[in-house]
């Protein structure tokens, strides 16, 4: 069965800064990977996803992630950190089958 | 615009008591889905459902039913509440494409407490 490891279920960056929030998934076939993003008291957004094709995936609100087969990873980066970046970020995995895996979730913390 | 909500946002019930938490999509979507989420464990596949009078069971599902009438709606019951299931219950719902590659799109949540 797959699954998603999340390092970090906290992290903290100063406003202009670079966010890097990391994902490990691990799968017995290639995946489809998913970045979701979620505010205080609403339900999860999308905000990429890697099917097939490019490894670099761009996203919406300046984020992108990019898929490393060889690491197994699908870590979300954005360059210069946002006020509004902050959320709770949660990394999924399927294998098309919509059994959907999340990680636990990682709190983007932006101080001023 | 199409859309998928859930009523009621917020839920206090006591142990021992059925609930039901609704959930409706307008995007004509086959497959919808229930989650629950809590600390330090993201969201966790309840129950989910391809189509019309289609139902399955996902990681979590035990104390937990669901039926599918129609296509817009997922009704998540839960027989004889308890302490346990106290979570914030989220409904999703994707289209079907080839390659089972389908964006889930969320409900806002509905914060269950269970006394």
């Known amino acids: 069965a797959q699954s998603v490891t999340q390092l970090g279920s906290h992290v903290s960056v100063s406003e202009g800064a670079l966010v890097l929030l990391r994902c490990n998934y691990s799968?017995?076939?290639?995946?489809?990977l998913f970045w979701y993003v979620q505010y205080p008291n609403q339900g999860l957004q999308l905000l990429l996803k890697y099917t097939t094709g490019a490894t670099l995936v761009k996203g919406i609100n300046g984020f992108e992630a990019e898929f490393k087969k060889s690491e197994t990873s699908f870590h979300l980066t954005k360059p210069s950190a946002h006020m509004s970046d902050a959320a709770e970020y949660f990394c999924a995995v399927t294998k098309g089958n919509n059994d959907m895996r999340f990680g636990a979730g990682t709190r983007l913390t932006v101080k001023p | 615009d199409a859309e998928i909500t859930q009523s009621p946002r917020h839920k206090i019930t006591e142990t021992g008591r059925q609930v039901t938490l609704a959930c409706h999509q307008t995007w004509n979507h086959n497959n919808m889905f229930w989650y629950r989420q809590d600390l330090g464990h993201g969201l966790r596949l309840i129950h989910y459902?391809?189509?019309?009078?289609?139902?399955n069971k996902g990681e979590v599902s035990d104390g937990y039913s669901v039926s599918r009438s129609n296509t817009e709606d997922l009704p998540l019951t839960l027989e004889s509440a308890a302490s346990s299931q106290t979570s914030v219950y989220f409904c999703?719902?994707?289209?079907?494409?080839?390659?089972?590659?389908?964006?889930?799109?969320f409900g806002p949540g509905t914060r269950l407490l269970v006394l």
């Open positions: 799968s017995s076939v290639p995946p489809y």
């Open positions: 999703a719902s994707s289209e079907s494409l080839a390659g089972g590659e389908e964006t889930q799109y």
């Open positions: 459902s391809y189509g019309v009078q289609d139902t």
